[in-house]
Nanobody, 122 residues
Framework: QLQACGGGVVQGGGALRLSCAASGGTFSSYYMAWFRQAPEKEREFVAAIRWSGGSSYSADSVKGRFTISRDNAKNTVYLQMNSLKPEDTAVYYC?????????????????WGQGTQVTVSS
């Protein structure tokens, strides 16, 4: 089970940190990712990281502004979002995937959190 939180309303240029707590299973071999979905748009890949360590990946639209990280002791994955823009407004979801390589395709992810709303005002 994945539980996402940390969303809110922030002015452009501000920052938020999203958290995704994992429970009820072993996610050590999983890729953890954040996706987002704005109204009337498809779900979009944001960032991913392997739970057991290694490289992280992020979409071009958020590189240099968003950072994904994990805390194994707390079974939690974070998304630090800085320099937020109005176009970052969306519902943000965390997800888990057991493949050997990370994927930007949301259809590959079997486990999803409930989503948390991020609204960035101009």
């Amino acid at each position: 089970q994945l539980q996402a939180c940390g969303g809110g309303v922030v002015q452009g240029g501000g920052a938020l940190r999203l958290s995704c707590a994992a429970s009820g299973g072993t996610f050590s071999s999983y890729y953890m990712a954040w996706f987002r979905q704005a109204p009337e748009k498809e779900r979009e890949f944001v960032a991913a990281i392997r739970w057991s360590g290694g490289s992280s990946y992020s979409a071009d639209s958020v590189k240099g502004r968003f950072t994904i990280s994990r805390d194994n002791a707390k079974n939690t994955v974070y998304l630090q979002m800085n320099s937020l823009k109005p176009e970052d407004t969306a519902v943000y979801y965390c997800a888990a995937y057991t493949g050997a390589y990370y994927s930007q395709d949301p259809r590959m992810y079997a486990f999803w959190g409930q989503g948390t709303q991020v609204t960035v005002s101009s």
